[in-house]
């Protein structure tokens, strides 16, 4: 394991940096722009978007007491959502806070040059160069010079709020709603980038002491403080200045402390806006330098992030590239475009923050145990989620392209050079998610199927059908009805030449025919259940038996497995199986008497219901014991072994008769090896019937390697579909 950082962040300094972290361009370069789309309603779009912007504040709260590590929202959506995701978010999330860093530099030029005649890009390379050396030094230095800056400029904007507000002019905010839902929710949406580094400090979450107390109140604290700030701001920009003047000027609180606050004051915002633009590129580069160290950690980035330095024990050359990227944002890259597609992607990336922590909640992570609990959850999550999307609507079609184009280029550096490595064997808590809540439908469902009151079984044999086949088949029949409170029917189907009439051969009884009726007969005597029986004449067999299990709406089909010519049907099982409109059961080598261990195997997935069901009618006529065989891999996550555990445990507890599991790890081919040498009967789904057949072909059929053996194959009349199924296997 590499070099753990020093916790060395307290309280005050966590507030500091994500306060730091937000108030910069958001109120000393965007209200005038937000104030083109929404008018005076300017101010209650910047309350709107500290409202949802909190349910992601409530969420990274939450999670960064779980997972107090290095990070951030890379490690958060990675542990929900899996590597491909957490890379998605590494990426992105890593780009748009070095953009806003690169944003709050270039953005404070036009204040810069209301001081000093000086040009502005070489002096926003120096700045950014001396924040990089500031941060390769340490944290702590960091964390310190953060404190300060913060509270200046925090001072400076209390002033402008208390002396301008006996000037506010309530006329100005005349046609408040003026710009309606569209104007609004554009400001809102355009301000949003305002609030984002409210969570910037989870990202150096592994640097902060007693991070249980520090992390929810540094972030949930700074939020209001922010937010409060912002709100009380803006209100007085609008109450005092013009309109115009404030929507055509790259210094909108200069203009509007030019009317409000005397000289000294004018040069105190200057001095505060400088400030609190380099404070948000410096927690810039502290927090986003930390997600390609993450990466690095988990192995979704190259080794070389990892390196903490012996001197300064900080990640340099996580720094450094991140540094290096500012650097080249700063020379070579529009402003406007940064802003917007640092906003754009940040609410994407808030959106998936609330997306995770419902995956996390519903998950089985052990490892998952916060100090710190979101309230009313899910509701703040499920408000997040779905404002985040409509704020996503009125953004604007060339910042999304440009988020779009950031998740293409991160997928394909995680397929190129992460998934060709052999990936990572990690998997996210949505998936553990998914994978429950389809367990648990599973289980409704096998639920459903084993409490069946009543189930008519249809056995189809014919003329060329052995008597002690027959025999067999109907011991089945006979097990299932029972168990069920159903009935039984035995129809031998007999098939004539096409050239010859039904009608005759129907009324003419054979000598095969009457030995038929004599021994159902008496089978029909000394049954426990009535069984009836009679012969069907056609001219296609196949045809007949999908059409007569529909007439009598049977439940279930029971016939001969087939083997070959020789047997029941030959080759026509495969059309019957794919046409019945019901369950076929297909049997080889059932001994009703001999029947004491049933071993099931799993279809790569969960466990058909169909299955279940008739294993649990077949062991519970007979006294047996089911064995529930689950082939997996030893390399799986313990989320997903823990989740299978309870499938199996609920799928044990619906059973009447005695079962057991056993979890192998091996193949499916293996399973069906070793369930067959301790089982009397083996029972399998249709699915896996050619595994069988490769098993034949290779001689070491599991199935037909002794008498001792029988097999049911199970196909189920509603099997899920090909997508479902691949899904299922995948989840198990």
Sequence with gaps: MGKQLERDLGL???????????????????????????????????????????????????????????????????????????????????????????????????????????????VALTVAALLIVLNIV????????????????????????????????????????????????????????????????????????????????????????????????????????????????????????????????????????LLALISTANAGILSSSRYPFAMSRDGLAPDIFENVSDRFETPVNAITITGGVLLVLIAFVPIDDIAKLASAFKILVFILINVALIAFRQGSIEAYDPSFESPLYPVPQLVGIVGGFVLLRYIGFVPLV????????????????????????????????????????????????????????????????????????????????????????????????????????????????????????????????????????????????????????????????????????????????????????????FDHETVNDIGVVTDEGPFDPTKVALADAVATAAGATITFYFPLSAAVPDSRRNTIDDYLSELVALCDSPAETQILESSTDDAIERAASNSDLLIVSGIQRNLIDRLVSRGSDPVTAGTEHGTLIVYGVSQPGKLRRAVERRLF
């Design 138 to 273: 340490g944290a702590k230095q960091t964390g310190r010079m953060q404190i300060a800056i913060v509270a200046v400029m925090l001072a400076v904007m209390v002033w402008f709020i208390v002396v301008g507000a006996p000037s506010v002019d309530r006329v100005r905010f005349a046609g408040f709603f003026d710009s309606g839902l569209e104007g609004i929710l554009g400001a809102t949406g355009f301000v949003f980038v305002s609030y984002a580094g409210v969570t910037k400090i989870a990202s150096v979450a592994e640097e902060v002491e007693n991070p249980d107390r520090n992390l929810p109140l540094g972030i949930l604290g700074s939020l209001i403080i922010t937010a409060g700030i912002y709100v009380a701001i803006v209100t007085v920009m609008v109450g005092v200045a013009d309109e115009a003047a404030l929507t055509n000027t790259e210094t909108p609180m200069q203009v509007a402390a030019s009317t409000a606050l005397p000289t000294v004051g004018v040069a105190a915002i200057v001095v505060a806006a």
């Design 12 to 122: 005050p300094a966590v507030t500091a940096i994500s306060i730091g972290a937000m108030v910069g361009s958001g109120i000393f370069i965007l209200p005038g722009l937000a104030m083109g789309m929404a008018g005076p309603a300017v101010v209650f779009a910047y309350f709107l978007a500290g409202v949802l912007v909190l349910p992601a504040a409530l969420s990274k709260s939450e999670m960064a007491t779980a997972m107090p590590e290095a990070g951030g929202t890379y490690l958060y959506i990675e542990r929900a959502m899996g590597p491909l995701f957490g890379t998605i978010a590494g990426v992105g999330t890593w780009f748009s806070l070095t953009f806003k860093g690169a944003l709050a530099l270039v953005g404070g030029a036009p204040y810069l040059v209301l001081l000093f005649d000086l040009p502005v890009t070489p």
């Design 402 to 589: 440009g988020a779009v184009v950031i998740i293409v280029g991160s997928m394909a550096w995680y397929y190129m050079f992460v998934y060709r490595r052999g990936g990572v064997a990690r998997e996210g808590a949505m998936t553990d998610a998914v994978r429950r809540s389809v367990g648990r439908d599973v289980v409704k469902q096998t639920e459903e199927q084993v409490q069946t009151d009543s189930t008519e079984v249809l056995v189809a044999v014919t003329e060329r059908t052995a008597p002690a086949v027959e025999q067999s088949l109907i011991e089945l029949a006979t097990d299932l009805a029972r168990t069920r409170e159903g009935g039984v029917r035995v129809a031998q189907f007999d098939e004539i030449p096409d050239q010859t009439p039904l009608p005759q051969s129907a009324s003419t009884l054979t000598q095969a025919d009457h030995a038929f009726e004599a021994r159902m007969a008496d089978r029909a005597t000394d049954s426990k259940i009535p069984i009836r029986y009679g012969e069907v004449v056609s001219h296609d067999t196949r045809h007949a038996i999908v059409n007569y299990a529909a007439e009598v709406a049977t439940d279930t089909l029971i016939i001969e497995r087939s083997t070959g010519s020789g047997t029941l049907l030959g080759s026509e099982t495969d059309w019957i199986e794919d046409h019945a409109p019901c369950d076929v059961i297909e049997v080889s080598n």
